[in-house]
């Protein structure tokens, strides 16, 4: 069993930044990878950036050079720095993690975070 908290959204204005963090916490677990995706109303859910075990890094096209991924050294914290936001950024923001559980057999599985709401406006 795999927790996932997130904090650090808010209220900001355009071209304003924001930091989210996410915790992963649990047993017998083992995360691979962790990102961030984000839903805005009436929208599908879209990956905003993700980074595995191995360090690679993949960000959706329009927050390229903006969102900044990063993990902790103890891989179980993964944070999302965001500059120069732009009201089309607002969105409720979800961490995700994927990796599997072993306690006894192995499974593969993925967990969310509750949602920490991001709004930019004036």
């Known amino acids: 069993q795999v927790q996932l908290v997130e904090s650090g959204g808010g209220l900001v204005q355009p071209g304003g930044s924001l930091t989210l963090s996410c915790v992963a916490s649990?047993?017998?677990?083992?995360?691979?990878?962790m990102g961030w995706y984000r839903q805005a109303p009436g929208k599908q859910r879209e990956l905003v950036a993700s980074?595995?075990?191995?360090?690679?890094?993949n960000y959706e096209d329009s927050v390229k050079g903006r969102f900044t991924i990063s993990r902790d050294n103890a891989m179980n914290t993964v944070y999302l720095q965001m500059n120069s936001l732009k009201p089309e950024d607002t969105a409720v923001y979800y961490c995700?993690?994927?990796?599997?559980?072993?306690?006894?057999?192995?499974?593969?599985?993925?967990?969310w975070g509750q949602g920490t709401q991001v709004t930019v406006s004036s």
């Open positions: 995700n993690a994927r990796g599997y559980v072993h306690y006894q057999s192995m499974y593969f599985d993925d967990w």
């Open positions: 649990g047993t017998f677990f083992t995360i691979n990878a």
């Open positions: 980074v595995n075990s191995g360090g690679a890094i």
